[in-house]
């Protein structure tokens, strides 16, 4: 599985500077999981976002290596 977490900005909450932005990309035969959350360790504050292979077509994202909330590229 890989897993990157970033700091990226202010939390629109609290207004803390430390706003996390973490993806997770899991694969296990045919099936892979995108996640991304953004968490805010002041206040608790918190966004989570997944994607599944097996997902109609209709629901799954452009790009899931993309941040939906910051829209940084994932680092693999």
């Not at 977490?5 to 997770?24: E, F, I, M, S």
């Not at 918190?46 to 909330?69: H, N």
Request: aromatic share 8%.
């Amino acid at each position: 599985m890989a897993r990157d977490t970033q700091t990226v900005g202010q939390c629109p909450k609290c207004n803390a500077d430390n706003l996390t932005c973490r993806y997770n990309d899991f694969e296990k035969d045919d099936l892979r999981i995108v996640s991304w959350e953004h968490k805010c360790a002041e206040c608790g504050y918190r966004e989570t976002t997944a994607f599944r292979s097996d997902d109609p077509e209709e629901l799954q994202p452009v790009d899931a290596g993309t941040c939906p909330y910051c829209e940084r590229s994932a680092n693999r």
